[in-house]
């Protein structure tokens, strides 16, 4: 019913106007790519711990800042810089990856690892802490103001077809963010290492009996996540121009609506949930016909997390697990 | 590790006490007299006074008649604490009543330190102007972060029936404090311009538009209110796992401030709801009219804004500290109810639920209606606490109900010890301080007395305020998981484990789909 009307509206809303239609699924798309890179964090992590980490959006958001400062630092990031800008994104992003995966491992020693047999909900409830001190360390760093990113990736278009534009910055996100996905799916499901971490997620007894090292294989999911977390910081970073502390922990929650949506755990689902959001929030935000707006688009993406939790906890791409009885 | 090192000083403590209690009595006494005496002649020494040596010896046979050593000499130090502040003839007040309370039956003794505390806190708009100033912390609170700490304290105990009795993480109290406080507002302000309905408001022009009803009742609807809206959530949700559970009322909790915040134009209806960013205010104040404020003698103040012209004990009673004696009893009544119903049967269906689900489940106690039940109580709590404090206010504002405020209260039940009504008092009255003024004080102290050569440090305190409460969470989760003053029961289920695999994994355990 909901799915119909939802369909109908859109139509509608094609209708009316169908190059702002097609405009704004763009920019869902881009959107989106954003956001899966970030839901795969939660995905991966709760995957292998069955625990939120609340404190990934802000890992994501300290990325933001780390990609600014290196960028301008040490590469000299500036607009206008023709191709050499390739190889000087690539390095920035690189090092922000690095930083972030070793602050979201630190995170996991510090903060979960003692944690491990204590009740479920005493992790859950650290994480929310960890969340408020990276808040608290990216305030404490760059201020309370935005953090302003140099405006490097182009604004040409790279198509422009009957009133539709699709702007190279836009573009160069998805481009990033493709490769960076398929990396992670090779990593997860044909090396020895993404074997352990699959092994570790189903029975972490039966996989250390199979001599594999917990321990440490939660570790590298979570430097993994992390890495994934400072990639998409480096990119929203470059493509809005600017971060602010307190901006990782609602996108964070808006990524882990995705992750549920697609079902959490399953990688393609992750992917599939965000570029959904990501359409979700663009056509809200960007269709002129009797669209919520802005204002609601909280609220839209939190109902939507409530409806999947209690209708369908294993989202649209996972098994059906117990959680929903 | 840390179990280890703290059995250790436990058992050196247990093996001090065996030694001093197998002392024959008289050495006991003579011991315990020789150091007071001591402590006496010591403290003459320190102030050249000679108040503080004959009052420590005329304290001595009051105190020992506590059990232990230790205790003495604390409670001999608290005298004179107490002396120092209050001046002799207070402090020989005080003194008579201490003496007074040792006569107290045996039976009774357990309501001693909760009457005291209740006693020292009531009267605490008296000598609140002549406390001495603590270190590092400045001066003590004012009677209106009194007020702040008292309603906050009354909704940490109602997140502490949810997160501290049935196990339940909540992590959107806020949207509970929200409705009560919106209630108020619609019941009690001008919000609802066209309409006119007066039921026993106080210091409202009858001829005023909107709802205006006397804030008793008010606060009596918020409450149920925000009880049904707690039924409402929990009913679709309550049948989750803990940590998905957590993130709905996170998405509840996200919710309902945008609705407050959009709520001046609902869906482009022009219905006003919320009034918007701008918030509703004024609302209307509290009071019991002029008729029965004439027949109680003027006790019950017709209306607590213009209030009072009293002078009692060389105080000047302002409307805040009848705000102050109210909260008061609002959150005596909520720790009355929430006493009784830790031992109810109810109470004790929470803790099953809590301690092994399955178990519980198994003994025929029905889970989901007695976690509804959790969270219509707590979420009674919330909205009367929130009802009182827009009412305190006088407006309702949508920027007070972020996501920070769910974990600020969270953190309060926390620190205290979940599970614990004491614990969780002092954890929300301490954190409320803090953040109301303690840690603007402790800011500026820092800033004024820590210095590097000549370097001082110009750091913004209490924005950061965000991130110390995390600190607080995550020390605390690690190292004392059961709270600074825990009940003995949750500290055994953190230290000793629980079977808390939920009911519905059992015949799904390591299925989990995997990435």
């Known amino acids: 019913m909901l799915v119909a009307a939802v369909v109908l509206l859109l139509i509608k809303e094609f209708t009316v106007s169908p190059s702002q239609f097609a405009q704004t699924t763009l920019i869902g798309v881009t959107n989106g790519c954003v956001y899966a890179l970030i839901a795969l964090g939660y995905t991966l992590v709760y995957g292998i711990l069955e625990l939120i980490n609340f404190a990934h959006g802000d890992v994501f958001m300290l990325g933001g800042m780390f990609a600014i400062t290196f960028g301008t630092r040490f590469f000299n990031m500036h607009p206008g810089q023709g191709i050499a800008l390739i190889p000087i994104v690539l390095a920035t992003m690189i090092l922000a990856m690095a930083a972030c995966g070793a602050i979201n491992a630190g995170i996991e020693f510090v903060a979960y690892r003692p944690l491990r047999n204590a009740p479920r909900l005493a992790p859950l409830i650290t994480a929310i802490g960890m969340s408020f001190i990276i808040q608290d360390i990216g305030l404490a760093w760059k201020g309370p103001e935005y953090v302003i990113a140099p405006d490097v990736f182009p604004h040409s278009n790279v198509f422009s077809v009957g009133g539709v534009e699709y702007p190279w910055n836009h573009m160069l996100v998805v481009l990033i963010t493709v490769p960076v996905l398929l990396l992670l799916l090779y990593l997860v499901q044909r090396t020895r290492q993404g074997k352990a971490m699959r092994a570790t997620a189903q029975d972490k007894d039966a996989a250390a009996i199979m001599g594999i090292n917990v321990n440490r294989t939660i570790s590298f999911t979570f430097l993994i996540a992390g890495a994934l977390a400072g990639a998409a910081g480096t990119l929203y970073a470059l493509w809005a121009t600017s971060v602010r502390f307190d901006q990782g922990f609602q996108l964070g929650l808006i990524s882990f609506t995705a992750a549920v949506l697609g079902g959490i755990g399953n990688l393609p689902g992750a992917v599939l949930g965000a570029i959904l959001i990501g359409l979700i929030q663009a056509w809200n935000e960007g269709l002129p016909w009797h669209m919520p707006g802005s204002d609601w688009t909280e609220s839209i993406v939190f109902g939507i997390l409530i409806l999947i939790l209690i209708f369908r906890p294993e989202g649209l791409l996972g098994e059906r697990t117990p959680e929903g009885g | ?515």
């Open chain 2, 1 to 515: 590790m840390t179990a280890t090192v703290a059995h250790g000083a436990l058992g050196f403590r247990r093996s001090l006490r065996a030694r001093w209690n197998a002392l024959p009595e008289r050495t006991r006494i003579a011991i315990a007299i020789g150091a007071e005496i001591v402590l006496s002649v010591l403290l003459f020494f320190v102030d050249h006074s000679l108040g503080f040596a004959a009052i420590t010896i005329t304290a001595i046979y009051w105190t020992y008649r506590l059990p232990l050593l230790p205790w003495r000499l604390v409670a001999q130090l608290g005298l004179v604490a107490v002396y120092l502040v209050l001046g002799p003839r207070s402090f020989a007040a005080v003194l008579a009543i201490g003496y007074a309370l040792t006569w107290v039956p045996e039976r009774h003794k357990r309501w001693v330190y909760p009457v005291a505390a209740l006693a020292l806190t009531a009267l605490y708009p008296f000598y609140q102007d002549k406390m001495f100033t603590i270190p590092v912390f400045g001066a003590w609170p004012d009677v209106f972060t009194g007020v702040v700490m008292l309603v906050f304290m009354m909704m940490a105990v109602g997140l502490n029936i949810v997160v501290g009795y049935a196990g339940l993480l909540d992590l959107g109290y806020v949207a509970f404090y929200a409705t009560g406080a919106y209630t108020a507002a619609w019941f009690a302000s001008e919000q609802f311009a066209h309409t006119r309905w007066h039921f026993g408001a106080v210091g409202v022009d009858p001829t005023l538009p909107g709802i205006h009803v006397s804030i008793w009742p008010v606060l009596l609807v918020a409450g149920a209110i925000t009880a049904i809206f707690g039924i409402l959530i929990g009913l679709p949700t309550l049948r989750l796992r803990g940590d998905y559970l957590a993130i709905v009322t996170l998405g509840f909790g996200e919710i309902l401030p945008q609705i407050a915040r959009n709520g001046d134009n609902l869906f482009g209806t022009g219905v006003n709801l919320t009034n918007g960013p701008n918030g509703i205010t004024p609302l209307d104040p509290p009071g019991f009219g002029h008729g029965l404020s004439a027949a109680t003698g003027h006790f019950l103040p017709a209306n607590f804004l213009q209030c009072c012209n009293a002078t009692v004990l060389g105080h000047q009673i302002e409307s805040e500290d009848v705000f102050f004696w109210f909260a008061i009893l609002l959150v005596v009544f909520t720790v009355f109810c929430s006493a009784r119903l830790q031992y109810s049967r109810l109470g004790r269906a929470w803790i099953a639920i809590r301690e092994d689900e399955t178990a519980a489940a198994a003994m025929g106690i029905p889970l989901m209606r007695t976690k509804t039940w959790a969270y219509a109580s707590g979420a009674f709590f919330g909205g009367v606490g929130g009802a009182y404090y827009a009412v305190f206010k006088s407006a309702t504002f949508p920027t007070d109900f972020y996501f920070n405020i769910s974990v600020f209260i969270l953190c309060m039940v926390i620190l205290g010890g979940m599970g614990n009504i004491t614990g969780v008092l002092v954890g929300a009255a301490f954190l409320t301080y803090l953040d109301q003024e303690g840690l603007a004080n402790t800011g500026s102290w820092i800033n004024t007395n820590i210095h590097v050569g000549s370097h001082h440090p110009n750091i913004d305190v209490p924005l950061y305020s965000a991130g110390i409460y995390g600190v607080i969470i995550v020390l605390v989760m690690l190292f004392r998981p059961e709270g600074l003053i825990p009940s003995r029961r949750r500290a055994a289920e953190f230290h000793e484990g629980v079977h808390d695999q939920p009911l519905y994994d059992l015949e799904h355990m390591g299925t989990v789909e995997s990435s």
